[in-house]
T-cell receptor
């Protein structure tokens, strides 16, 4: 079964600290993996996208890694800011057909001052 | 570009009433997706249109749900009759091409009492 699992479910950190979110997937065949940020009351916005041949991708203070062998990804946030408070969703694209997206449940991050 | 536009942003209705959600995709995008997001199940694909034609409606929960795309700039998702378990946030997303990056609208928060 094609699944995407994320951990932790929720996380609280202090402003300025770093954190790492985890994603494991069993989606096959795999096309690419995206991390989305979803602010409260808004739609998800793409942060990074990686194909199976890429093992790291950065977007400012956000760095995503991908290990296609172990089917694991992580999103590292450096020097967190209050505006980083959001849900982070790991999304794997199923290759073939119209490239359907398989969503994880998300990690809810709260950054406190 | 204004992005994906959804209306209404919030809808509160009584059980048994008809609900119509509306979406205007980004101009030039030929793929449109309707998703439902709940705390329990996360984001789920309801239906996918390509060039105004429904391609995958396997996610539509039951016959009470229907979706149309009469032209490239407008789509509706209708629930008739609505039930309390339909309460969720409904997102519309569009992409330039099949398999391309999806851009999400702000969502419609539906509450059925």
């Amino acid at each position: 079964k094609n699944q995407v699992e994320q951990s932790p479910q929720s996380l609280i950190i202090l402003e300025g600290k770093n954190c790492t979110l985890q994603c494991n997937y069993t989606v096959s065949p795999f096309s690419n993996l995206r991390w989305y940020k979803q602010d409260t009351g808004r739609g998800p916005v793409s942060l990074t996208i990686m194909t199976f041949s890429e093992n790291t991708k950065s977007n400012g203070r956000y760095t995503a890694t991908l290990d296609a062998d172990t089917k694991q990804s992580s999103l590292h946030i450096t020097a967190s800011q209050l505006s980083d408070s959001a849900s982070y969703i790991c999304v794997v694209t199923l290759s073939g057909g119209y490239n359907k997206l398989i969503f994880g449940a998300g990690t809810r991050l709260a950054v406190h001052p | 570009d204004a992005g994906v536009i959804q209306s209404p942003r919030h809808e509160v209705t009584e059980m048994g009433q008809e609900v119509t959600l509306r979406c205007k995709p980004i101009s030039g995008h030929n793929s449109l997706f309707w998703y439902r997001q709940t705390m329990m199940r996360g984001l789920e694909l309801l239906i996918y249109f390509n060039n105004n034609v429904p391609i995958d409606d396997s996610g539509m929960p039951e016959d009470r749900f229907s979706a149309k795309m009469p032209n490239a700039s407008f789509s509706t998702l209708k629930i008739q009759p609505s039930e309390p378990r339909d309460s969720a946030v409904y997102f519309c997303a569009s992409s330039f091409s099949e398999g391309g990056e999806q851009y999400f609208g702000p969502g419609t928060r539906l509450t059925v009492t």
